[in-house]
């Protein structure tokens, strides 16, 4: 599986574009629909993947699945085992303490999570938006960290990461009491 990023929008939101055998799955479709629709070249776009609904995350939604007539998946219609897309195959997290909806695709073949605004180079998600709550995080940490620490994290924003790099400033996170 091939990762494409494109950084879109005034947020800098990273939308990634995932090739296999010149299928598309998207994940976030941010803003700049052109650009997307640009990347993305005579590849067949089999569907979308929301990882939560904030706005910088979502700009270009309807665009793209009406350009694609493709479906969109998130935490309402994705199970959290065992998903397959057209090819496909992927464990979804919830991954609650950004906002109620956040989830985490994990790619186990790959090494590889796609987790919004959950984890960031450096950090984690701000807790402290509508629907963001604290021990939330706390617990999504802890449940993130049971992975391999080799995983590739790719964020909603900012550099790609690796979680082992990560753990050390996710155990301060989920050790601490800021609420």
Known sequence: MKVKVLILGPFDTNCYILEKDHKVLIIDPADEKDKIIKLVGNDKVVGIIVTHY???HVGALEAIKKHYNVPVYDIKNLKLTNNNIDGF???VIHTPGHKNDQITIYFKKESSMFCGDFIFY???????LPEG???KMKKSIKNI????LDT???PGHGPMTVLGNEAFTLNYFMNSDFY
């Open 54 to 56: 904030h706005p910088d």
């Open 89 to 91: 195959t992927f464990d």
């Open 122 to 128: 450096g950090s984690i998600g701000r807790w402290d």
């Open 133 to 135: 709550d604290f021990s």
């Open 145 to 148: 960290l049971t992975y391999p």
């Open 152 to 154: 590739k994290i790719y």
